[in-house]
């Protein structure tokens, strides 16, 4: 990584696709889930979730070592505090998230999509029982991630219309 620029290398041979209409307008996650769950939980869910990207169909986009791997779930683990109703940890650690510009160097079609959401999935279906996470708003939080996934599509997948 540049120090001067902290984003990846936006080169790729696909073009970059925008899904239409811009970020989905979601409801938040309320707060009482990061009340509930606390930064510890929430950053062991995380690391749960990343131990399943690392053994998914999508993990070449994820770091090959379990501690470099640990670390990118510990980067993610501070934007879902936010997410989950906590303070802006991500951006107190580490700037302004730029979410999409930041994944754009990584083909996401709608199948690798649908992969990170099954391993987001199993880890939610566990969240309540593992992480303290409160059962009633479980919908509300996939409902978001479901939701938000959508943006970070940047490539189409064969054979869909424009």
């Known amino acids: 990584m540049n120090i001067h620029n902290p984003l990846p290398n936006h080169e790729r041979d696909e073009p970059v696709y925008t899904p239409p209409g811009g970020p989905p307008q979601t409801d938040r996650i ?30 070449h986009m994820f770091p090959k070592s379990e501690k470099n791997l640990m670390r990118a779930a510990d980067k993610s683990a501070a934007m879902f505090v936010f997410l989950f109703g906590g303070p802006h940890a991500y951006q107190q650690r580490y700037g ?5 510009a930041r994944h754009i160097p990584f083909v996401i ?3 690798a999509r649908q992969e990170w959401l099954r391993c987001y999935r199993e880890t939610l279906d566990e969240a309540s029982e593992k992480f303290n996470m409160p059962n009633e708003h479980i919908d509300a939080v996939w409902k978001f991630i479901s939701d938000f996934s959508t943006w970070m599509v940047n490539a189409q997948t064969p054979g869909t219309p424009k």
């Open 109 to 111: 079609d709608e199948p």
């Open 30 to 59: 309320p707060a009482a889930v990061y009340e509930q769950m606390g930064e510890e939980n929430i950053t062991r869910f995380t690391h749960a979730f990343y131990t399943r990207l690392g053994q998914s169909s999508i993990a």
């Open 96 to 100: 302004q998230p730029m979410l999409r």
